[in-house]
């Protein structure tokens, strides 16, 4: 029998079974997963990978801007109040210096073939400063090329920032819509009229710049009707890319989530029936599934990587990116390399510290052993291709319960996830979590 892969199915036949979502498990944005970084690992081992990268490897570049003109409440971001001109300008001239520091360190080894702005917002900074940013990352890194992809928020986007999208060669922007329901919209503290976002979009297209949104289900006060109600305009607007997340209430490490009422939350059945929901109304549209929350036109890179099986999962979620050496500059960005993970300093102060004092200010991480690497294959697979092919030295555990439930299949050393696996999938690959534990209060519920 042939595996199916979850890129594949466009139409979930999902069983509800609450006791296989019981426990929180991560998102696998990496394995292990960041609860498991320490300070014993920071810059010097970040140092040593940089020094050791051989000439013309491919690189990817993730550059964090930390602010946001208004914090919305859901948010679980690094993220503070863009409200001081001179926070940004003392933010932006460090990040100049940081990116200085990564190229002089590097003498002009690795080829940048990707580079993404993350957040927080972007676009909260001036766009001078924005422009000043990628002028020095075209400057200081053979980086002419990459693909370049942004996060914008589109209470802030404008004719002069989309031009200047267009002028820069940016490929792709993601838009955080989150709803388009006005009741919802109060509920979380993002106020973002619709057609905010359809001027947006048009401005957009009409400059040969695509697009993707982030949308949420699970939001307080969001019922089934509200969550159509968003994709039939998603739908309407055509994104190339859409992820479509489950909200994670975390209120004891999320302080802005106490403004939340969490009495107003869907509980997990609800979310359970929005995710499907969800799926097949993309999917019916002509959208590709992408794992178990991201969709793609058929004509997008991501969804020729998933059909391909080439799709990848790194801190920015599902990826198309083929690189296996991510560097993360700014604060509380991570950086990837196969056997390290390390993150900056969260905070600015920090941050901002060490760099101006011409050190990186990378402060935690951890060393992927061959164990870590092996158990983090087999999850990336299970999570972007729903297959996996386990040697005898792989770890085999109790998959009992989802095997009996239809939801994985072996033969030989094959195990793939059935149709119905979707929304379990990463209740599946946490089997292979050798650091979860039993009990856990760290991470959101996998639906």
């Known amino acids: 029998m042939q595996p199916r892969r979850l890129a594949a199915i466009t139409q979930p036949m999902w069983t509800y079974h609450p006791d296989l979502l019981a426990r929180p498990v991560p998102r696998y944005t990496s394995y292990p997963t960041a609860a498991q970084f320490t300070d014993r690992v920071g810059a010097t081992e970040m140092g ?3 020094d050791a990268l051989a000439p013309d490897t491919p690189i ?5 801007i930390p602010y946001c003109h208004d914090i919305c409440w859901y948010c679980g971001c690094n993220t503070g109040a863009a409200n001081k001109a001179q926070r940004l300008t003392a933010y932006v001239e460090a990040l100049e210096r940081e990116v200085a520091l990564i190229a002089a360190r590097l003498n002009g080894r690795g080829r940048v073939t990707r580079i993404a702005f993350g957040g927080g917002s972007p676009n909260s900074l001036p766009l001078v400063d924005f422009i000043r940013l990628m002028q020095q990352l075209l400057r200081c890194f053979d980086a002419h090329h990459a693909e370049l992809s942004v996060e914008l928020d589109p209470r802030r986007l404008d004719a002069d920032w989309i031009d200047a999208m267009a002028a820069m060669g940016v490929d792709r922007v993601n838009l955080g819509v989150q709803t388009f329901s006005p009741h919802v919209q109060t509920r979380i503290g993002r106020i973002q009229p619709l057609d905010m976002v359809e001027r947006a979009v048009e401005r957009l297209d009409k400059a040969g710049v695509a697009t993707g949104f982030d949308l949420m289900y699970g939001l307080p006060g969001q019922s089934m009707d509200d969550l159509s109600a968003t994709l039939d305009a998603t739908i309407r607007l055509a994104p190339a890319r859409i992820a479509l ?3 994670a209430h975390m209120p004891r490490l999320l302080p802005r989530q106490r403004r939340i009422d969490a009495s107003d939350l869907p509980d997990v059945a609800q979310r359970f029936a929005m995710a499907a929901m969800g799926h097949v109304a993309l999917t019916q549209a002509g959208y590709r599934a992408i794992g178990f929350d991201h969709f793609a036109l058929p004509n997008d890179g991501m969804a020729f990587s998933a059909a391909q099986g080439r799709l990848r999962r790194n801190f920015q979620g599902f990826t198309d990116d083929p690189a296996q050496i991510l560097i993360g500059m700014g604060a509380s960005a991570i950086s990837q390399f196969p056997d390290l ?5 969260k905070q600015a102060g920090p941050w901002r510290t060490a760099i101006e004092a011409g050190q990186l200010a990378t402060t935690r991480g951890l060393i992927r052993t061959s164990e870590d690497q092996r158990r983090g294959r087999i999850i990336e697979a299970l999570l972007c291709q729903g297959e996996v092919h386990l040697d005898a ?6 998959l009992d319960r989802f095997e009996q439930r239809g939801l994985v299949e072996r033969s030989g050393n094959r195990l793939w996830l059935t149709a119905e696996a979707l929304p379990y999938a990463r209740s599946i690959a946490a089997c292979f979590d050798a650091y979860l534990e039993l009990v856990e209060t760290r991470f959101s519920h996998a639906v």
Not at 60 to 64: E, I
């Open 48 to 50: 040593q990978r940089l």
């Open 60 to 64: 990817s570049l993730y550059v964090h």
């Open 245 to 247: 997340f489950g909200y």
């Open 341 to 345: 993970i390390v993150q900056n300093a």
């Open 393 to 398: 030295a792989d770890p085999q555990p109790d």
